[in-house]
């Protein structure tokens, strides 16, 4: 079965998928993005996914492509005709196309959309998360808008690339002050020796995950403790636990920080039950 990718309003062949030479996304990284865990046929929390994606459209002043209606019946589309059940499904917006110039293009330029479905094997993210991932620290080189989602992510390949090459699966970044921000790719925890459960503030340097703000949910009602606060990197090595959160890897738990074990060397039992708690705490949509 041929993969099927939506560009622009029509659905066509993934190997044909193609945005135009002037499009911003492609020029300028002038564009936003959503992924969202597809999940035994249901779509994880797609309301928030939503909400986020209109919050960085606003932010960098562009469009919805459609009707946020629309932009849903076609994620379903996209992962039915990829017969995803278990995979991720991808969605980016971009200020559209026009004649290369920093300037915001004419009004009247529609924003370009794409949209693309994939499957994943949960027996091998399983077996990832029995066993841990390995994190490496790198430098905190982004602009201070990481709030926003955007498509805008060399930084992030460069940290992950780093990560990979040092035989790590995900990048820390550290700011200035020693302090953990989050991950290339994920947001970053621990816990505590004392058992508490410790992630930045959504505030600033991070992107507010929906997969943290779902795990921040269980963890108050598993009446576990809390602190929303900066950790360093140094208390990171010192902890019991780690582990890092997003709708690709769910919580997923590290057992080693730049080549340093934490803990037991083994997933932690807290990031280990919030993984199994985790799909009771979702809005699941039916594809
Ligand atoms: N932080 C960054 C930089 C990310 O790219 C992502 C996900 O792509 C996350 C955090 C986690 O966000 P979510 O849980 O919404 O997937």
Request: charged content about 25%; proline content about 4%.
């Amino acid at each position: 079965m041929s993969r099927i990718a939506y560009v622009n309003g029509q659905y066509v062949r993934h190997g044909d998928a193609a945005v135009h030479v002037e499009d911003r996304g492609y020029q300028f990284a002038d564009g936003v993005y959503e992924v969202c865990e597809v999940w035994q046929g249901n779509i994880v929390d797609m309301p928030r996914h939503l909400d986020r994606l209109n919050r960085s459209l606003t932010e960098l002043r562009i469009d919805w492509p459609m009707s946020r209606a629309a932009v849903e019946f076609v994620l379903r589309q996209v992962i039915r005709r990829n017969r995803v059940r278990n995979g991720l499904v991808y969605i980016q917006v971009t200020r559209g196309v026009s004649r290369r110039d920093h300037y915001f293009p004419p009004e009247d330029v529609a924003p370009s959309i794409v949209v693309t479905a994939r499957s994943s094997n949960p027996d091998a993210a399983r077996a990832q998360a029995e066993q841990g991932i390995a994190v490496v620290s790198y430098p905190e080189n982004r602009w201070p808008r990481v709030d926003i989602k955007t498509i805008a992510l060399l930084p992030n390949v460069l940290a992950k690339q780093h990560a990979k090459e040092q035989g790590g699966k995900e990048a820390w970044y550290v700011d200035s002050n020693g302090y953990v921000t989050e991950g290339g790719s994920t947001n970053a925890w621990i816990v505590t020796k004392d058992g508490a459960v410790v992630t930045r503030a959504a505030e600033s340097g991070i992107l507010r995950g929906i997969t943290r703000t779902v795990v921040l949910e269980l963890i108050e009602k598993e009446g576990l403790t809390f602190e929303e606060r900066p950790f360093s990197l140094e208390e990171a090595l010192e902890a019991k636990e780690a582990f890092v959160t997003a709708a690709s890897t769910v919580v997923m738990p590290v057992t080693r920080v730049d080549g340093r074990i934490i803990g037991n060397g083994h997933p932690g039992t807290v990031a280990t039950r919030l993984r199994e708690l985790f799909r009771t705490a979702t809005d699941l949509q039916a594809v």
